[in-house]
């Protein structure tokens, strides 16, 4: 099959490009901007949030994959909720269903509802409901935190760790996440291009071990070959307090929303396992494979 993946220069993206390209398939990803010839993968320039800038480029493909995503705003750089998850959605479907197209995989995020109180949240429901109403052949995932080689969240908080043996805590720390390899991810979509049942589906992806906050801090330090770091507990009531405020510094480490979705946890039920017929890698053995190297 020939795919036409936006996102594909991402975290994620990267890993499901060289799945797509092991499993046999043809790859053409949509870029931003041009970066360095691959002779295994076809790259067209576009703006994901102006259709007409790649619309003809999803000619000749037999799937699309949206991996277009972000965990921060930056209104004043045009970079929204509303435009990347939304608008951008919205385009590739126009694009899918003008050109023939009739598969379609979508990225969302663990914790997408109807009733979701985060901006991130709500705009990835809209871009979910954007999905399910266009009549495509479509399948939505979402994941957990995912975790892996270059990826934000653990690779951030190892960096802490590394210079000092103290983190922060908001709150109680005793919040609950599931991380999902990337591997583990990227496998569950190449996989779905070729299972017909999981057309009309939405799998909410998790990984093997579900651990408090606290918790995954101290894995971390162990992969780090690191004694478990100092966690002094911020006052939460105080940090709704700063957080507005200091969000607006690019550099501020959260956002509120970023605030609320941790206190929501990232967990579910291993459903998605009995679908696709595989284990998730464990977190501790995951993380320490690269960890370890840096």
Not at 62 to 89: K, S, Y
Not at 101 to 128: C, D, I, P
Not at 263 to 288: D, V, Y
Request: with cysteine.
């Amino acid at each position: 099959m020939k795919i036409f993946v936006a996102g594909g220069t991402g975290f994620v993206g990267e890993h499901l490009v060289r799945e797509l390209l092991k499993c046999g398939h043809s790859v053409r990803t949509l870029a931003h901007n041009r970066t360095a010839n691959r002779g295994d993968i076809e790259q067209v320039t576009g703006d994901i949030t102006r259709v007409e800038t790649f619309e003809q480029s999803v000619g000749g493909c037999d799937a699309v994959i949206n991996l277009v995503g972000i965990i921060r705003e930056f209104p004043a750089r045009g970079t929204t909720f509303e435009m990347l998850h939304f608008q951008a959605t919205k385009n590739l479907l126009e694009a899918a269903t003008i050109n023939g197209v009739s598969r379609y995989l979508q990225m969302s995020a663990l914790g997408t509802r109807k009733s979701a109180v985060s901006l991130y949240h709500q705009s990835k429901w809209r871009a979910e409901e954007a999905v399910r109403k266009n009549g495509l052949e479509w399948t939505i995932f979402r994941p957990s935190l995912i975790f892996g080689p270059h990826d934000a969240f653990i690779n951030m908080l190892a960096a802490q760790l590394r210079l000092a043996p103290v983190i922060p805590v908001i709150g109680s720390g005793s919040y609950r996440l599931q991380p999902i390899h990337v591997d583990d991810v990227v496998r569950c979509f190449v996989l779905a291009l070729k299972m017909p049942e999981t057309i009309g589906q939405t799998y909410e992806l998790s990984g093997k071990d579900r651990l408090s906050y606290e918790e995954l801090l101290d894995m971390i330090a162990a992969a780090l070959g690191r004694s478990q770091p100092f966690k002094p507990h911020l006052p939460l009531a105080l940090m709704k307090l700063i957080i507005p405020i200091m969000q607006k510094v690019p550099q501020f480490p959260i956002t509120m929303d970023q605030l609320q979705m941790l206190l929501e946890e990232s967990i579910c039920s291993s459903e998605w396992q009995q679908a696709f017929g595989f284990e998730p890698r464990g977190l501790r053995e995951g993380i320490a494979e690269y960890l370890s190297k840096t």
